[in-house]
């Protein structure tokens, strides 16, 4: 077949050589079309990169352009250039400080150049102290600590962590310190616990840092602002600077009943660009330890300035977390604590007092607190200390309770006595069948009766065996004691108060 001259040239005219390579200016042949190049920058408005680390630099290019990434001060010098990401340096390694900053982008291919620029802002956070605050009982009610080792007393103008600044002494950011376990002196510096009632929901108060090794916070007018997840802001969000502190209040209680909470918050920086895009700029972690009371100690307690000693009240807590949150259960938890999990056991040879004397007569009683919470005077008591030691911790957990004496000379029914193995109505051998006296707790003038010195047999007939253990946790006063006394005129008398020293 042959091809007419002029078909075969248009059909060269519609298949043009595909073995010459193309022009790599991107115009052919020719030479009169310009490469289609685009490149966009993409990064935070601002960054600390102390606390957050590196400022990330995402550029998207399309025509494969050669690009280039300048970070220029705010009079338009160049401080370095960037590849993925800004550390916060300039091209010696010094740190930039703070202030405003622009990221400016150059992408080139043959003549053509397009440009690009992005505004952040070079910032360093980080709170240095934090207070944790009541208002009055509306919604929160704040229980001062007292440290009985040191004499300090912790008022909600103490904050309860705090830092000495930003950064340590390599430049690294600080992180808050969490509460030790020393509970008998107030650290100088660093952390300690804070305590509420269990039903309440405190006011978190802030304080920023306004000092770095990058000259400062750089904050002012920079859009970042502070969450902590599971609080509220109590004047709504508002933009971070260096002099106003972040008020924050959980919008629910802290627990469902006493105990002892120990969390961590996560303090969250934010910021956000102008497309509405939320960024993380740094985080730091606020460990804190909340002691939950079930009620803030009376006014007229006998506590030194009301406030609940930490060394007794961390302990105490900790046994009957989870409880409900009543003054019955609690006072029944602190019993079952006392008799069963302090080690305790009742002088069988005496029933002598060893951490507690009573003050004219039978009155008032004084408790050696201090030395009873390092079994000072060994682990052997009797029941004005068993008496002692539960009133003592009811009062921390704002419940008052009185002693009082039981009179007189009387003898047992079957008891089993705090440490003991088996019940008895001899707890002082053959011949030792009787109490001279008897120190009780209540919260009534005798009417309910909690007692932690001794169980009583709770069958039909208590003054023989076999015998049915009953704890002694808020039982009728008659009840107790009939179910005490086998024979002997016994009475309540002498409600006192319990003081500690």
């Known amino acids: 077949m042959r091809f007419h001259p002029l078909v075969a040239l248009l059909l060269a005219a519609c298949h043009p050589d595909l073995s010459q390579p193309p022009d790599d200016t991107g115009r052919g042949d020719t030479g009169d079309t310009a490469p289609v190049i685009e490149a966009h920058l993409t990064a935070a408005p601002a960054f600390d990169p102390i606390l957050g680390g590196p400022l990330t630099v995402a550029v998207v290019t399309e025509g494969e352009p050669t690009v280039t990434v300048e970070v220029r001060d ?28 622009t990221l400016h982008l150059t992408a080139t291919r043959g003549p053509v150049t397009v440009e690009d620029e992005r505004v952040v802002r070079v910032v360093r956070c980080g709170a240095l102290e934090a207070w944790a605050e009541g208002d009055g009982g509306t919604s929160a009610t704040f229980v001062p600590l007292w440290w009985h080792q040191s004499g300090t007393l912790q008022g909600e103008e103490v904050a309860f962590t705090s830092a000495a600044s930003l950064e340590d002494a390599h430049g ?14 107030f650290p100088d510096g660093g952390a300690v616990p804070v305590a509420f009632t269990w039903d309440s929901r405190p006011i978190l108060t802030l304080r920023l840092g306004d000092e770095s090794v990058l000259g400062g916070s ?51 920086y934010l910021v956000d660009d102008e497309e509405g895009t939320t960024w993380e700029i740094g985080a730091q972690s606020l460990p804190v330890r909340w002691y939950l009371s079930l009620h803030a100690p009376a006014a007229d307690a006998s506590l030194p300035d009301g406030a609940p000693w930490v060394a007794a009240l961390d302990p105490a807590l900790r046994a009957i977390d989870g409880v409900e949150p009543t003054d019955q259960a609690v006072l029944s938890a602190l019993v079952a604590w006392i008799y069963e999990d302090l080690g305790l056991s009742y002088d069988t040879t005496y029933g002598a007092s060893y951490y507690t004397v ?18 000072g005077a060994g682990h052997t008591v009797n029941c004005s200390d068993c008496a002692s030691i539960l009133t003592a911790w009811a009062a921390m957990l704002g419940i008052p309770l009185q002693y009082s004496i039981v ?28 109490f001279s006296y008897h120190a009780v707790t209540t919260p009534d003038t005798g ?52 003081y500690l020293q």
């Open 74 to 101: 705010a009079g338009g010098t160049a401080l370095t250039t960037v590849e993925g990401a800004w550390d916060g340096r300039d091209a010696s390694g010094a740190w930039a400080p703070v202030g405003t900053y």
């Open 172 to 185: 690294a950011a600080v992180e808050l310190p969490a509460p030790g376990e020393e509970l008998g002196v």
């Open 218 to 268: 750089g904050l002012a007018g920079a859009g970042v602002r502070l969450e902590v997840e599971g609080w509220d802001p109590v004047a709504g969000t508002t933009d971070l600077d260096p002099v106003n502190p972040v008020v924050l209040q959980a919008p629910a209680p802290l627990g469902a009943g006493p105990g002892v909470l120990e969390e961590t918050l996560q303090l969250r």
């Open 358 to 375: 009573y003050r004219n007569g039978w009155g008032p009683a004084v408790f050696d607190l201090t030395s009873f919470l390092h079994y």
């Open 407 to 434: 009179l007189e000379n009387f003898d047992l029914n079957y008891i089993l006595a705090i440490g003991a193995s088996q019940f008895t109505h001899c707890p002082f051998g053959g011949w030792g069948c009787s």
């Open 447 to 498: 009417s309910t009766i909690w007692d932690a010195t001794l169980a009583l047999d709770g069958d039909d007939d208590p003054s023989r065996s076999p015998c049915e253990q009953l704890m002694v946790q808020g039982l009728d006063g008659q009840e107790y004691l009939a179910r005490l006394a086998m024979r002997g005129r016994v009475r309540y008398g002498y409600f006192g108060e319990t």
